[in-house]
């Protein structure tokens, strides 16, 4: 089964900058997608990024400050984070999901990796 690992989470303050790494193990989907969820609140999908085509897709709660980028022969994903706001502030998950759709492969969930911004 694939493996996903998170990392690059962190403490800052509003305004600064974060990036997320997400490490594969194998690809075994099209598409991977970049997650959160906040305390108290449901998981939702913020950035999802299809291998072969570069294909990127954000929510509008981070459109135009979050960047999904990938290396293919690393099998690594990244999100770049920037102007963070303590509405970010999540536990970030990465998972390989169905493409054009926020719906994972996998019902599994790694440990994920937390964000934290003060204000």
């Known amino acids: 089964r694939v493996r996903l690992v998170e990392s690059g989470g962190g403490s800052v303050q509003a305004g600064g900058s974060l990036r997320l790494s997400c490490a594969a193990s194998?690809?075994?989907?099209?598409?991977l997608g970049w997650f959160r969820q906040a305390p108290g609140k449901e998981r939702e999908g913020v950035a999802r990024i299809c291998h072969d085509s570069g294909y990127t897709f954000y929510s509008d709660s981070v459109e135009g400050r979050f960047t999904i980028s990938q290396d293919n022969v690393k099998k690594a994903t990244y999100l770049q984070m920037n102007s963070l706001t303590q509405q970010d502030t999540a536990v970030y998950y990465c998972?390989?999901?169905?493409?054009?759709?926020?719906?994972?492969?996998?019902?599994?969930w790694g440990q994920g990796t937390q964000v934290a911004v003060s204000s």
């Open positions: 194998e690809y075994t989907a099209s598409c």
């Open positions: 998972a390989e999901i169905y493409g054009g759709t926020w719906s994972p492969v996998y019902n599994t």
